[in-house]
């Protein structure tokens, strides 16, 4: 069954998303900086208010994702502090080289352990994806949240449907950029992923929606009874092809590269 993780940028969104039926929230704050480490209280507020699963987002900052010692210092301070309420983090870290560092990475999987935690779309920041695929697996992470190294999930889409391919159940490949109601069945149908992040806004608002919160449930739910189900990609428009992203089969090697999106990418 796929399932469904809901970005949350306050205590009150996360209630809203439980409320309408997410799977899943992921807590942070600072929607402007693409999310950032929320304050313990807002984590202790939703987990006595929601019954789902909370991975708390863990970024001391908004901007590159290159930290200092200090800023890696207080990362693992907030896992240590946060991890009595929560369910999983959030998290990622690149070296001056726009790679993964995969040291520090692991380090904080270890302080999170038992829990889960995912690497957020810093992945897509990096310069070759197949090369930060075997990194985050290296790392510990038990899952990846990309667009597919491109601003949204459906511009990104082929490229998500090879990362899915590649991770042959190692590692949890979630969809995320822009996925909303009116494309998720095509994401979910091409890539085969089994969980989708979304912060359910619709065009035009500013914060999230029970309506579409239940909308992209419903169509999760529509896809699962109607499966199996393949697509072709849709064809990319000339706005797409500005992200610049490459994508090759041969035989069992694939080769995925991407132009980064810095802080762009957080197209939620």
């Known amino acids: 069954m796929a399932l469904l993780e809901i970005c949350c940028f306050d205590p009150a969104s996360a209630v809203l998303a439980y409320e309408a ?18 304050s313990y209280d807002w984590l202790v507020d939703v987990r006595g208010r929601v019954r789902i699963p909370i991975f708390t987002m863990i970024r001391p900052r908004g901007g590159n994702f290159i930290y200092s010692d200090v800023e890696f210092d207080q ?28 040291r520090r990475t692991a380090e904080l999987v270890k302080a999170a352990a038992p ?10 920041d990096t310069p070759d994806l197949l090369e930060a695929f ?3 697996l290296t790392t510990g992470c038990s899952a ?28 949890t490949i979630m969809p995320g950029g822009s996925v909303r109601s009116s ?9 085969r992923a089994d969980i989708f992040h ?8 500013t914060e999230p929606s029970a309506s579409e919160v239940r909308q992209l449930k419903a169509q999760l739910r529509a896809i699962i009874s109607h499966a199996p189900l393949h697509v072709q990609a849709p064809s990319r428009t000339s706005s ?14 694939v080769s995925i590269s991407a132009t980064p999106v810095h802080d762009r990418h957080h197209a939620f």
Do not use: W, Y
Request: charged content about 25%; aromatic content about 6%; some cysteine.
């Open 240 to 253: 797409q092809s500005s992200d610049d992203i490459s994508s090759t089969m041969m035989g069992s090697a």
């Open 183 to 191: 494309n998720i069945s095509t994401l979910r149908a091409f890539t």
């Open 21 to 38: 039926g997410a799977d899943r929230v992921e807590l942070c704050k600072d929607r402007e900086a693409g999310g950032t480490t929320p």
């Open 134 to 136: 075997d990194d985050v």
């Open 144 to 171: 990846i949240l990309s667009s597919g190294g491109a601003h949204t999930a459906q511009a990104g889409i082929e490229s998500l449907g090879q990362l899915v391919r590649m991770s042959q159940q190692r590692i």
């Open 115 to 124: 829990l889960p935690c995912t690497f957020h779309k810093a992945f897509d």
């Open 75 to 102: 990362m693992k301070s907030d896992i240590k502090d946060f991890k009595a309420h929560s369910d999983g983090f959030v998290f990622g870290i690149l070296n001056n080289d726009g790679r993964i560092d995969v």
């Open 198 to 205: 979304s912060s359910a806004v619709p065009k035009g608002a």
